[in-house]
């Protein structure tokens, strides 16, 4: 009995993109750099298109979008990781995420793939000491030859700075 139960809570949890040995992660770059995000976050990926300015943000947020009535906020995640910025290119997208109960896109070079990382390809992040912040950085997976960010979107959005940005304008 017990085994159909574990085989049933095995199906759901495949069923919601997550396996026994792992999860599944939406990666992307930023420059040469590797990123992912929890696929169950991403609502979708949008190609990159203009957006409305609002004045007196911060560079990080680029703007709002208009997505089907829900006004979106936009953020530049090269700047908000104080990356150069570079121009838009044809592979530039817009991946729409849910960060708390709130959704939000980001702006990333390019989307890689979707990824099923094993649990054993996972480490928490490195320490570099209380001077340098990686509380937005989940861990670090391997995939093949590359080494992969993986986001805590809740760090790095973080809905309570959005709001006091918002807010403070």
Not at 123 to 134: E, I, L, M, S
């Amino acid at each position: 009995m017990a085994t159909a139960v574990d085989t049933a809570a095995s199906e759901a949890d495949q069923q919601a993109g997550l396996s026994a040995a792992g999860s599944q992660y939406l990666t992307f770059t930023l420059g040469e750099e590797h990123y992912g995000v929890d696929i169950l976050r991403v609502q979708e990926i949008k190609g990159y298109t203009a957006v409305t300015r609002i004045p007196n943000t911060p560079d990080f947020i680029k703007g709002v979008l208009n997505l089907r009535g829900t006004i979106v906020p936009i953020v530049d995640l090269r700047n908000k990781f104080g990356m150069a910025k570079v121009e838009a290119t044809m592979f530039t997208v817009i991946v729409v995420v849910v960060v708390r109960d709130r959704v939000m896109g980001i702006v990333v070079d390019a989307v890689s793939d979707v990824l099923d990382i094993a649990t054993k390809d996972i480490q928490p992040p490195p320490n570099f000491g209380a001077r340098v912040d990686t509380g937005f950085i989940h861990s670090m997976a391997k995939s093949g030859d590359k080494l992969i960010t993986l986001l805590d979107i809740d760090r790095v959005l973080s809905v309570d700075e959005f709001e006091q940005t918002v807010t403070s304008a």
